[in-house]
C-alpha cells in the first residue's frame, strides 16, 4: 500500500520544500482568508447555539435537531463526491497504465486507492466541519473526550462513505463507459442541489421567526422533523455526540458508535471482495473511447453564421469554437441551471419582502433595498464571473499554442473573450435589477440609476475575471471547476468584491444628498453639488481603471508564457 502511496507523499513532500517567495505569499493570502471563512462558520454556529441554550424547554431540542441534519448533510455531500471522485481515482489516473501492466497487488492497489479517494472527497468536510463542532464543544461545555470522540465517529463516517461510493462507481463503470458517467453524475448531483436548495427556499424557512404564524407549541415542534433513521450512519453519529452534549449516555450511544466501527470495517472487507473480482474488467472498459455523435442542425449553424457575420473570419473562428465547445461540454452548459436558479430564487426573496410590515416607511425602505440590492447583484455577478468569465482563457488547454501563433494573436483573443462575457453578463445583471426594482416597486430615477451602475459594474467585473485569468491560466486541468480554485480565483473574488463595495459606498453619499433634498423640497447646495461630481468622477476613474488595468496585466503575464 505504501508503495503506492509513494509517489504522492512525495510530490507533496517536494512541494513543502521547493517554495519561493511568491508561493508563500500565496499561501498566506489563501490561508488568511480560508480561516476567516472558517471563523464566520464559527460565530454562526455560536450565536445559534448559545440562542437554542437560553431556551428553557425546547433548547436542547433544538441543538440535537440541528446537529442532526448537519451531520446528515455533510454525509450527503461525501456520498456524491466520493462516487464522482472514485471515478478519477480508480479509473481515469495516469498511473493505472502503468500499474495495470505491471504484476501488482490487488489488495494495495485497492486500499492505496480506496484512502486517496476517502482523503481527496473528505478533508475538505473534515476542515469546515471543525467549526461546527468546536461551536457545541464550547456552548455545551465539553472536555477533551468528547473532541476525542468526534474523531473517532467522523473517520468510520468518512470511511463509510467512501466505501459506498467506491462500490456505486465500480458498479457502473462495469456496465457503462466511465467518461460518460462522471458527466452523468456532475449533472445528477448539480440538479440535485439545484432542486434541494429551490425546494428549501420555497419552504419559506423565515416562517420560524415570525410568531403569527404558529399558535402552539406543537405546531412550531411539527415543522422540524428531520430525516432520521436508526439505519443512518450520520444518526449513529449524532446518537454517539449527543451523549456527550446532552448528557443522553445510555446503551444507544455505546451500540451505536459499535455499528459505525464495525460497519466501516465490514464494508471495507467486503468491498476489498468486488474489487478483486470487477477491477480489472471495469477499468479495460473505462478505457474505451467516448462515443463522439456529430449532429447537424441546419437552422443552428444558419443562425450562428449570421450572427457573427461582422466579425473578422479569425475572431469569428474563436466566437464559433466556444460557442460549439460550450454546448458540447456537460461540465459548461449544466451550469445554466445553477445560473437559472439563482435568477428565480433572487427575484422570489423579493416578492416575498413583507415591506407592509416595516415600521420605515414604504418609498425609504424601497429606495434603501434598491441600493443595497446593487451590491448583493454585484456579488451574484461576480460568483457567474468566476465560473465564466475567469476560466475563459484557460479553456483553450493545451492548444494555446496555435491562438498565441495565430493571425489573431493575443490582443484579439482576450479582447474577445472579453466581449463576450460582458455582454451575456451584462443581459444577466440587468434582467436581476430591472426584474427586482419592479418588484420592489421603486420610481425611475432609482431605476434608471440601478440600471446604469450595474452596468458599469459588470464591465468592471468581467475585465477583473478575464485580466487575472489570464494572468494566472490553468491550461491542464481535468475538471474545469479546478481552474478557479487555485490563487488566481482567490485574488479575482477578493478584487471583484471589493470593487463592488466601493462603487456602492462611494454612490452611496450623493444618492442620500439628493432623496433628503428631494424629500424635503430643497434644492442642493452647491458644495453638495461639488460632492456629488467629485464621487462620480471616482467612480468612473475608478471603474475605467478596473477595465483596463487588468486587461494590460493579464496581455503582458501571458505573452511571457513559453510553456505549461
Not at 430615477?445 to 487575472?468: E, N
Amino acid at each position: 500500500m505504501m508503495k503506492l502511496l509513494y509517489p504522492r507523499l512525495a510530490q507533496i513532500r517536494n512541494g513543502l520544500k521547493h517554495r519561493d517567495r511568491q508561493t508563500y505569499v500565496k499561501i498566506l493570502i489563501m490561508g488568511f482568508f480560508g480561516i476567516l471563512f472558517w471563523a464566520a462558520i464559527f460565530i454562526v454556529f455560536f450565536r445559534v447555539l448559545a440562542y437554542f441554550k437560553g431556551i428553557e424547554i425546547v433548547g436542547a431540542f433544538l441543538a440535537a435537531k440541528l446537529l442532526s441534519m448537519v451531520i446528515l448533510s455533510f454525509f450527503s455531500i461525501l456520498i456524491f463526491s466520493n462516487i464522482i471522485t472514485a471515478l478519477s481515482v480508480f479509473f481515469m489516473s495516469e498511473e493505472l497504465q502503468l500499474v495495470t501492466a505491471t504484476p501488482y497487488d490487488a489488495d494495495e492497489l485497492y486500499l492505496s486507492k480506496l484512502a486517496e479517494t476517502v482523503i481527496n472527497s473528505s478533508w475538505m468536510v473534515a476542515l469546515f466541519s471543525l467549526p461546527v463542532f468546536l461551536s457545541y464543544g464550547i456552548i455545551f461545555r465539553q472536555d477533551a473526550a468528547y473532541y476525542c470522540m468526534v474523531l473517532l465517529t467522523l473517520i468510520p463516517l468518512f470511511v463509510i462513505s467512501g466505501t459506498l461510493g467506491t462500490a456505486v462507481a465500480l458498479g457502473l463503470v462495469k456496465s457503462f463507459p466511465a467518461r460518460r458517467l462522471k458527466d452523468i453524475f456532475f449533472l445528477l448531483a448539480l440538479l440535485i442541489f439545484v432542486g434541494l436548495y429551490s425546494m428549501f427556499r420555497f419552504m419559506k424557512p423565515e416562517r420560524l421567526v415570525d410568531p403569527d404564524v404558529f399558535f402552539t407549541v406543537i405546531d412550531y415542534l411539527s415543522v422540524l422533523k428531520a430525516p432520521a433513521s436508526p439505519f443512518l450512519p450520520s444518526q449513529w453519529v449524532t446518537d454517539v455526540l449527543s451523549a456527550f452534549l446532552f448528557q443522553k449516555y445510555g446503551q444507544d450511544s455505546g451500540f451505536a458508535f459499535g455499528c459505525l466501527w464495525s460497519t466501516a470495517l465490514a464494508f471495507i472487507v467486503m468491498l476489498g471482495w468486488c474489487f478483486r473480482r470487477v477491477f480489472f474488467d471495469a477499468w479495460s472498459k473505462a478505457q474505451e473511447a467516448k462515443t463522439i455523435r456529430v449532429k447537424r442542425w441546419g437552422f443552428f449553424n444558419r443562425l450562428l453564421e449570421v450572427a457573427l457575420a461582422r466579425l473578422s473570419p479569425p475572431l469569428r473562428a474563436i466566437v464559433d469554437k466556444d460557442i460549439r465547445s460550450f454546448l458540447r461540454d456537460t461540465a459548461q452548459w449544466s451550469q445554466l441551471f445553477i445560473l437559472l436558479a439563482i435568477i428565480v430564487i433572487y427575484l422570489y426573496n423579493f416578492s416575498v419582502l413583507p415591506l407592509d410590515k416595516s415600521p420605515i416607511p414604504t418609498r425609504q425602505l424601497q429606495n434603501i433595498l434598491s441600493f443595497l440590492n446593487l451590491g448583493l447583484a454585484g456579488f451574484v455577478i461576480t460568483a457567474v464571473a468566476v465560473r465564466f468569465a475567469f476560466p475563459a482563457i484557460s479553456l483553450e488547454g493545451e492548444s494555446f499554442w496555435i491562438i498565441k501563433s495565430s493571425p489573431v494573436g493575443l490582443r484579439g483573443l482576450v479582447w474577445c473573450k472579453f466581449w463576450m462575457n460582458c455582454i451575456l453578463l451584462s443581459v444577466l445583471a440587468e434582467v436581476l435589477i430591472i426584474c427586482s426594482n419592479w418588484l420592489l416597486g421603486v420610481d425611475a430615477f432609482m431605476m434608471l440609476l440601478s440600471a446604469v451602475t450595474i452596468l458599469v459594474m459588470t464591465f468592471g467585473i468581467t475585465s477583473l475575471g478575464i485580466g487575472i485569468g489570464a494572468a494566472f491560466p490553468r491550461f491542464r486541468y481535468e475538471n474545469i471547476a479546478q481552474i478557479p480554485t487555485g490563487f488566481g480565483g482567490l485574488l479575482y473574488m477578493m478584487l471583484a468584491m471589493l470593487f463592488c463595495v466601493l462603487i456602492v459606498v462611494v454612490e452611496a453619499l450623493p444618492l442620500q444628498m439628493y432623496l433628503t433634498a428631494a424629500a424635503s423640497g430643497q434644492p442642493l447646495q452647491p458644495g453638495q453639488w461639488g460632492i456629488i461630481v467629485s464621487c462620480f468622477v471616482f467612480i468612473c476613474g475608478l471603474s475605467a481603471a478596473a477595465c483596463i488595468v487588468p486587461m494590460k496585466i493579464g496581455l503582458s503575464r501571458l505573452s511571457r508564457i513559453e510553456s505549461f
